[in-house]
């Protein structure tokens, strides 16, 4: 069978550290150094880091995507935000 998803571990990061599906149905992926990406549910993957968003930190250990709010982002220098998107 195919994979779900495709995963590019030059470009996106070798290393996720944690994962979340979110009320739409997107994949919300954290890495270690390389900031959220999310998978729509169309496909394809967008990126969100500190330099075009308000991540405080680009090392993401921990995510929850509250079902009727923010996105719960917990990072290793910056502790936890909750973030409305665009992240």
Known sequence: AA?????DSG???AFITAM???NRGRVLIGTEDNGLWIRGTRGGWSQF????SKLG????LA???HNQGP??????????RGLVGPW
């Open 3 to 7: 994979p779900a998803f495709s995963w």
């Open 11 to 13: 470009k996106q990061g």
């Open 20 to 22: 979340a599906r979110d």
């Open 49 to 52: 880091s500190t330099k075009n």
């Open 57 to 60: 930190d680009d090392d993401i």
């Open 63 to 65: 995510l929850v995507a």
């Open 71 to 80: 996105l719960w982002a917990g990072t290793s220098k910056n502790g936890v």
